[in-house]
């Protein structure tokens, strides 16, 4: 939830509560359009985390601002305006700090199931909003740590290797840097090729996602990209514990 603009309604509704207060009512129509223009956009929004509150705020909108009519002088043009009810006001300012705060704790809600490598280089991306640059940090992070242990494994062999052609040496079906089971079975095999396949597909397909213009890549997507990187890496350190324990 963008809660910089939900700040933005908790200031303009408090300021129409200092005018009730001032008696400088009615409410200029702009304002009650964008008002309720920006607490549609927090209902829509906060109801993907808490239905209840979106529910709330969305009945608050309705009932904030009546519209009512008079005339200046008799059998003149009625005149349309917006009056607010300050209790509703009231009641609109408080869901709307609580909407605030369920949604900075939502920011990265989900942040404990990724690896702490990859919270070191995505989370403050991901909570500033560059879910691009979190989501390619993250894949680079994996690559980066990948091509470390691959040096220092094999410090004769091809110099330079990331990415894709990394992850094919490092998880090959023959003399493969990690073995992931017993290459003489079929399971095993499988279970080899099928990890070769997810590391060098998230470096081919996911690694650097503004290289490729017709993806837009939002706050859910990123979320869910920094967890299978998170999986990838987690998988990195089962295999360098198991091949340290095993020489």
Do not use: W
């Amino acid at each position: 939830m963008n809660n910089i603009e939900t700040s933005m309604l908790l200031v303009q509704l408090q300021s129409q509560v200092r005018k009730i207060s001032a008696q400088l009512v009615p409410v200029d129509v702009n304002m009650v359009l964008h008002i309720r223009e920006g607490v549609a956009k927090v209902v829509q929004q906060i109801s993907k985390i808490n239905s209840s509150v979106s529910s709330r705020l969305d009945a608050l909108k309705d009932a904030l601002f009546t519209e009512t009519s008079y005339q200046h002088f008799t059998g003149s043009t009625p005149v349309c305006q917006f009056l607010i009810n300050p209790i509703v006001c009231g009641q609109m300012i408080e869901a709307l700090e609580f909407a605030k705060s369920i949604a900075s704790q939502d920011d990265c809600g989900l942040c404990h199931l990724l690896h702490p490598d990859i919270q070191r280089v995505s989370e403050k991306l991901y909570k500033d909003g560059s879910y691009a640059n979190a989501a390619c940090d993250a894949f680079i992070e994996i690559d980066s740590r990948l091509q470390k242990i691959y040096r220092e494994k094999r410090p004769n062999a091809e110099k330079d290797l990331s990415g894709q052609p990394l992850m094919n040496k490092i998880f090959a079906d023959k003399d493969p840097l990690f073995e992931l089971g017993d290459l003489t079975t079929q399971t095993g095999r499988d279970i080899q090729s099928g990890t070769r396949f997810m590391f060098a597909g998230a470096m081919g397909a996911l690694r650097n996602p503004k290289s490729h213009k017709n993806i837009n890549l939002g706050k859910e997507d990123c979320m869910r990209r920094l967890i299978f990187a998170s999986m990838l890496m987690y998988k990195v350190d089962e295999l360098v514990a198991h091949s340290d324990i095993n020489g």
